[in-house]
């Protein structure tokens, strides 16, 4: 399973979106709109 599609652009409703781990944001490849990305309960951040 990708994280990729769990979370859409609210700009443009792209789901294929960029995710930037060290700086905990999302990316989205068609419109570049920055998403603020929070980890979800209980999902281990990936270091
Ligand atoms: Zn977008």
Redesign the pocket.
């Known amino acids: 399973m990708s994280k990729e599609t769990t979370k859409k ?6 789901t294929h979106l960029i995710l930037l781990y060290s700086i905990k944001l999302k990316l ?6 920055e998403i603020p990305w929070f980890l979800d309960k209980g999902q281990k951040p990936l270091l």
């Open positions: 652009c609210p700009n443009c409703g792209n989205c490849v068609d419109c570049r709109t």
